[in-house]
Nanobody, 125 residues
């Protein structure tokens, strides 16, 4: 069992930055590929970023590539999402997710087993 708790969301002006954190607990947390997804009101959930359990492989959705960076610190069981050059269209609830231990990171939400409650990000124009 893995528990995930996101933090770091808030209100920011367009062009600004935020760093989201996802604290994981559970025996297999550091062995799991991790992902960030987001969902805006009235829209489907969207893949944002994912990283391998070792953190060496990272993947990004097209809409955030070049602006967002995913990283992890397994010593702290925490995954981060650094968001730069934020745009109003980045406004959404951001959730982190954990895949099964030693599985590959994926852009598919169905590949993730554990989900956090989410943290709201609002980007004002």
């Amino acid at each position: 069992q893995v528990q995930l708790v996101e933090s770091g969301g808030g209100l920011v002006q367009a062009g600004g930055s935020l760093r989201l954190s996802c604290a994981a607990s559970g025996r297999t947390a550091s062995s799991s590929a991790m992902g960030w997804f987001r969902q805006a009101p009235g829209k489907e959930r969207e893949f944002v970023a994912a990283c391998s359990w070792g953190g060496t492989s990272t993947y990004y959705g097209d809409s955030v590539k070049g602006r967002f960076v995913i990283s992890r610190d397994n010593a702290k069981n925490t995954v981060y999402l650094q968001m730069n050059s934020l745009k109003p269209e980045d406004t959404a609830v951001y959730s982190c997710a954990a895949a099964r231990p030693y599985s590959a990171p994926s852009y598919r939400a169905g590949e993730y087993v554990y989900w956090g409650q989410g943290t709201q990000v609002i980007v004002s124009s």
